[in-house]
């Protein structure tokens, strides 16, 4: 029986001896040299060499006039490479492609220059034994698989096989370094951007007070677009605010560019004189390496230019990239972009409600005062004009009586002095007579005559007086009248003035309602809900089940019957 040549290998090295042509002896439990086949590939397992860097005895390549044959050739190159690499080393490379095949996983490595051009690649292979720890220990500590466009430190050993080439045989890896690498590169962005004064520009805008229209940029059919197409179409479908879609791809080479280029086009062709309220970027999670192709200078730049807020709702909570450091605001998920949205809606609704109620309660304030107001006025005018009134019929009596005192004193005195001009004229004309009679009867007719004519004149006197009397009784009466005339016409005047004051006050108060009314917030889609007593309901607790309610809406008011209430906060947050 021939005797065979075992080698000493270890469990590692099976490949490599199994590879250069040697066989395995199930009874010895070794890899042994068959029969015929050179020794020379073998040199470093053959149990009487030293495994040193030393060249192996120069047998048939020194002699052989015709030259060697390929494989050992080869298996002189992996003899040589596997002396020079006894120990696996760290190697950084980007992957180009990953594949798995039977629980082994083949890689494609490269490394580019900063212009892009190759400098050098080769095939890498996880063998099933270290794959499942290594790659499980990758994803927990990146968020990534391990898979095309994201750089590595790996740990290898090269091999070189006669019958597969060159290969790196991979039993480690650094998740650190891709880690590193990606914030590196975050790193980068940010720090030209604040260089160039970009950084920040968007956050600086003025978040928007209300949300009408919105642009939305998402990889077509993707999962975190369906969820917040959910919740943004019902908003649109209630006239509240307005969604405008656009499509681009969102990773991959290219990814970025396309971004920028959907967007700018949206808002060239926008339909209104009016930019968008915001534009959103959203996109379902997906592995770190995925979410790199947004790490992009040009993207993060454009974002930092952005006319109007940018919202972006990329990836998971443990997700960020330089599209999430630089937009206006950073949601964790699509789904919580769209909740931002519809909380800032109903936050800008419950104030619209609550200056409503204000601006009722204003008006009915105003209302109430103009009217006290008025009424006040009326009572100032009616007690001004009953003040004056009882003034002036009071002044009116006291100078009637006055003058009707006058007059009966200017009478009395007037009838008392003739009274006494008659008695004297008589005295005198009887002590006449009786003088005449006794002295001289012939003078009785002379002085008949003269005492007949002094009546007449006293007579006269007296007549003359009373109309003095009269007139002046009467001019005293329209003095007095015409003063009581003009007092009553000043205080008519000052009431037609009150009045018309009031008026005034009145009609601009009410055009200042008429122009505060709810007409422009029911327009918007909202509702005010009352009782049928006209009490406005601000709060479910305000009605029971069973009870009618009026809604007015922009063009009429709906009655309807409660069946129930329930408190929004209850609802699942999608």
């Not at 601006?359 to 004056?388: C, K, Y």
């Not at 004519?453 to 109309?467: E, F, H, T, Y």
Request: net charge positive.
């Amino acid at each position: 029986m021939v005797e065979r040549t075992y080698l000493t290998t270890s469990f590692k090295e099976k490949d490599e001896v199994k590879a250069l042509g040697a066989r395995w002896d199930a009874a010895a439990s070794k890899w042994y040299v068959p029969e015929g086949k050179s020794l020379t590939p073998f040199w470093a397992w053959l149990p009487q060499a030293p495994k040193v860097a030393q060249s192996p005895p120069s047998t048939e390549l020194d002699v052989q006039a015709k030259g060697v044959s390929l494989s050992r050739l080869l298996a002189g190159v992996s003899a040589a490479i596997s002396r020079a690499f006894a120990d696996s080393v760290w190697v950084s490379a980007e992957v180009v492609r990953a594949s798995a095949n039977r629980g082994h996983y083949y890689l494609e490595l490269s490394e580019r220059s900063d212009n892009g051009d190759v400098l050098a690649q080769a095939r890498a292979v996880i063998w099933s034994r270290h794959a499942q720890a290594l790659l499980t220990q990758f994803k927990q500590a990146t968020g990534a698989d391990l898979d095309a466009g994201i750089k590595v430190l790996l740990r290898a050993r090269p091999v070189f096989k006669s019958q597969f080439g060159f290969s790196l045989e991979v039993d480690g890896i650094d998740p650190s370094y891709t880690l590193g690498n990606l914030e590196a590169k975050k790193r980068e962005i940010r720090e030209r951007l604040r260089a160039e004064g970009l950084y920040g520009r968007n956050r600086a805008l003025a978040a928007p007070w209300d949300y009408e229209s919105v642009l939305v940029v998402a990889p077509e059919r993707g999962a975190g677009l369906g969820d917040f197409a959910k919740e943004a179409e019902r908003l649109q479908r209630h006239g509240v605010c307005s969604f405008a879609y656009v499509h681009s791809r969102f990773q991959g080479e290219g990814a970025a560019a396309e971004i920028r280029v959907a967007v700018s086009a949206a808002l060239a062709t926008w339909s209104s004189p009016k930019l968008p309220d915001a534009i959103v970027i959203i996109r379902g999670g997906g592995a770190v390496n995925d979410l790199a192709w947004l790490n992009d200078y040009e993207l993060a730049k454009f974002v930092c230019e952005c006319p109007v807020p940018v919202l972006a709702g990329i990836g998971h909570e443990r997700d960020s990239t330089s599209i999430d450091e630089v937009a206006h605001r950073s949601f964790d998920t699509p789904s919580k972009v769209i909740a931002g949205i519809e909380e800032a809606i109903r936050t800008r609704s419950q104030e619209a409600r609550a200056h409503h109620v204000t601006v009722l309660a204003m008006v009915r304030s105003g209302a109430d005062q103009a009217r006290e107001e008025i009424r006040q006025l009326r009572r100032d005018v009616e007690g001004d004009a009953r003040a004056s009134l009882s003034t002036s019929r009071t002044e009116a009596e006291r100078w009637m009586n006055s003058i009707r005192l006058d007059a009966v004193r200017s009478v009395h005195q007037g009838r008392t002095s003739s009274d006494a001009v008659y008695q004297a004229v008589r005295g005198d004309a009887r002590r006449t007579v009786a003088l005449i009679a006794r002295d001289v009867p012939a003078l009785f007719n002379g002085l008949r005559l003269k005492a007949i004519d002094s009546l007449n004149r006293a007579r006269r006197q007296v007549d003359g007086q009373l109309p003095l009397l009269l007139n002046r009784a009467t001019a005293v009466v329209r003095s007095r009248s015409q003063g009581v005339e003009s007092q009553l016409e000043t205080v008519f005047e000052r009431g037609r003035r009150s009045v018309r004051d009031a008026s005034s006050k009145s009609e601009a108060l009410m055009r200042e309602i008429a122009g505060q009314g709810p007409q422009k917030t029911l327009r918007r889609g909202f509702a005010v809900v009352r009782t049928p007593a006209g009490h406005t309901v601000t709060a479910s607790r305000e009605v029971a089940d069973g009870a009618v309610i009026e809604v007015s809406v922009r063009d009429g008011v709906i009655e309807a019957v409660v069946r129930g209430t329930r408190d929004p906060n209850a609802a699942d947050e999608t």
